[in-house]
Nanobody
Framework: QVELVESGGGLVQAGGSLRLSCVAS????????MAWFRQAPGKEREFVAA????????YYGDSATGRFTISNDSAKNTVYLQMNSLKPDDTAVYYC????????????????WGQGTQVTVSS
């Protein structure tokens, strides 16, 4: 059974940093694309970043480019999202997701999802 478990969310002041972690069951991690999405209150889920299983290719959504970094540790079956220069607009529930095949920023292509972790950025 595929499992994705996020952690690392919390409350941070604007300009601060957080690092989110997503531990995947090995079946989810190997040969899959891992991604982060987020959903703010009253808004649709938004693509944040994705990485291939080798860690060699990363893609970012517009909101993440230049401030967020996605990485993975294959030995730990873990994907990370380092978030710097956080803004109140980054407040959302952040979800880890996995898919087979190539990298995509389309939510519907991801078949595996974690429960989410709340990130709140105060002004």
């Amino acid at each position: 059974q595929v499992e994705l478990v996020e952690s690392g969310g919390g409350l941070v002041q604007a300009g601060g940093s957080l690092r989110l972690s997503c531990v995947a069951s090995e079946r989810a991690f190997r040969r899959n694309i891992m991604a982060w999405f987020r959903q703010a209150p009253g808004k649709e889920r938004e693509f944040v970043a994705a990485i291939d299983w080798s860690g060699n290719s990363q893609y970012y959504g517009d909101s993440a480019t230049g401030r967020f970094t996605i990485s993975n540790d294959s030995a730990k079956n873990t994907v990370y999202l380092q978030m710097n220069s956080l803004k109140p607009d980054d407040t959302a529930v952040y979800y880890c997701a996995a898919k087979v095949g190539g990298i995509s920023w389309f939510e519907y292509e991801y078949g595996y999802w974690g429960q989410g972790t709340q990130v709140t950025v105060s002004s």
